[in-house]
């Protein structure tokens, strides 16, 4: 038998790129042998077998004898994270690896130009999607009353094809729910080819899903699924009862959602707020009402505002007001870009490749999904990498962006605050790329506080403790004194307002012990 190469892939990314220049099938038992004996110059995916034999090592010989017809022109790829155990099951096959994009002999080019065959690939299809067990009951219960067949198990085994004997190809719609198998893969990846199988012959089946997991089947299913949609999409009767609303749960608040009144609270509590800075307030709230207009008007995606100037001055503080605002203690995400200076800084942003070592999903994803806010601080943003600066390049421009796995995330309506310790225009024009500069929708220095705006500070402080505290100032008669007792330190030497509000918060403890509350 002969030896030819194994080309690999690093990342779904990668996968996908392949498709666009041609046609790749993944192994099926039987199904492969006749499609090389009909065309050898095809691309075959055997990362889903290798998972397989990984505990069906029997079926190893049948393996090598569907693969018999492979020649020169046979293009075998597989995930760059198995191609160790791919060597290792096929050695007689298989003498050396290489990366499918860093095959550069002409020869090579050639054999991946894939000729019309006669039987065609499994058509890419969405996966269909609903948020609940609740909503799962209205699919059975709609499934049942128009006489669509639906399956739903527990447990997946390689008893599939019998379990679905009913399903007809004949059929217009049949539906199958993989939640469960969903959450069994990551344990047992053997269940990829079974599955697989099931997809493949019975191509009317429509897949439906929880949420949860869906970015789990379209990670290892890449070849029969093109992308996720509402369940609603497919059966529009549903809406009666699901909707195509977004569950409370998930809902993210946005300052595209504020109505003219809603506006001028959002303002004024922002201003209230944020301490000194009048330019800025005067800038932002401008901006903010032009780009609500323009985003609704489908112009502007994302609102971006860079901010410079020495630590502690109110920066953070921006992000911090804006998504208090929207939501009352609300989890703001935040990414601290001071991690970001390795090469490798774009992969833990928005994830690892398939193979490396590293964060799998992103901090961006993690960050974004869990906060309930339309906001996102990016901190010391002028450490980051040139990759990193072109991401958000992107980002600012088209108002989504795509991880590691080729998942889409859609901020439209977000404002991204970009904060930096640089001290001057100068330095900002230096550490910023020029076309990242043209992106930016208000850019502005933070100064020193002044002395009286430390003072208003200190008013600020004392207000919210009032509130924070209710009880201890309820039981305390606030006198002037007592407040000229807490003020009474030297800040002229301070400049951070976060180290005014250490000391304060320091004293405020000592004002309440002395007054026993």
């Known amino acids: ?215 789990t089947l379209l990670e290892y299913f890449p070849l029969y699924f093109s992308g996720q949609e509402s369940v609603c999409s497919l059966i529009p009767e549903l809406l009666l009862n699901i909707g195509e609303k977004e569950p409370d749960e998930t809902r993210v608040y946005k300052v595209t959602d504020l109505n003219d009144h809603s506006l001028v609270e959002f303002i004024e509590k ?20 032009n780009f609500i207009k323009l985003n609704r008007a489908r112009e502007q995606p994302i609102l971006s505002i860079f901010l410079y100037g020495v630590s502690g001055i109110g ?44 964060c799998k999903d992103g901090e961006l994803r993690e960050k974004v999904q869990k906060s309930k806010a339309g906001v996102l601080l990016c901190d010391e943003f002028e450490k980051t990498t040139r990759p990193v600066f072109s991401f958000f390049l992107e980002l600012l421009e088209e108002g989504k962006f795509t991880d590691s796995l080729a998942r889409e995330y859609d901020m439209d309506g977000y404002v991204v605050v970009f904060t930096s310790n640089i001290q001057s225009e100068s330095e900002y024009k230096k550490c910023i790329p020029s076309e990242l500069q043209t992106r930016f929708d208000l850019v502005c220095e933070f100064e020193e506080p002044t002395a009286e705006e430390k003072t208003e500070f200190l008013d600020l402080l004392l207000e919210k403790a009032c509130k924070k505290y209710p009880e201890k100032f309820s039981s305390i008669d606030m006198t002037d004194a007592d407040k000229q007792w807490l003020y009474n330190f030297d800040y002229s030497g301070l400049t951070a307002l976060r180290d005014i509000k250490r000391v304060f918060n320091y004293r405020l403890m000592d004002f309440f012990s002395d007054r026993n509350c």
């Open 315 to 358: 920066k953070t503080e921006v992000a911090r007001l804006l998504a208090s605002g929207l939501m009352d203690n609300c989890y703001l995400a935040k990414i601290n870009f001071q991690n970001y200076s390795s090469q490798d800084s774009l992969n833990s942003l928005i994830g690892s490749p398939s193979g490396y070592i590293g």
């Open 270 to 289: 922002f201003n209230h707020n944020l301490i000194g800075h009048k330019y800025f307030k005067q800038r932002f709230q401008y901006v903010l009402k």
């Open 1 to 215: 038998m002969n030896s030819y190469t194994l080309y690999v892939y690093y990342s779904l990314n990668e996968l996908r790129k392949i498709q666009q220049e041609r046609e790749i099938y993944n192994f099926i038992f039987g199904e492969t042998k006749k499609l090389l004996d009909v065309d050898p110059k095809t691309c075959i995916d055997i990362t889903s077998l290798i998972y397989y034999l990984q505990v069906e090592r029997q079926n190893l010989y049948i393996a090598y004898t569907n693969l018999s017809s492979i020649t020169d022109d046979t293009t075998v790829i597989v995930d760059a994270s198995i191609v160790d155990r791919a060597l290792e099951l096929f050695p007689l096959l298989f003498s050396d690896f290489q990366d499918y994009f860093l095959s550069t002999k002409e020869s090579a080019k050639e054999s991946k130009t894939l000729l019309p065959c006669k039987i065609k690939p499994y058509p890419r299809q969405k996966v269909y999607k609903y948020n609940n067990v609740k909503e799962l009951d209205f699919i059975i219960e709609y499934a049942t009353n128009f006489d669509i067949p639906i399956a739903t198990f527990s447990r997946a085994n390689g008893e599939l094809k019998e379990e679905f004997e009913r399903f007809n190809r004949s059929l217009d719609l049949a539906l199958v729910d993989l939640t469960s198998v969903s959450c069994a893969i990551e344990g047992n990846k053997s269940l990829i080819y079974l599955i697989e199988q099931f997809l493949s012959s019975l191509p009317n089946v429509k897949v439906i899903v929880q949420t949860s997991e869906v970015d």
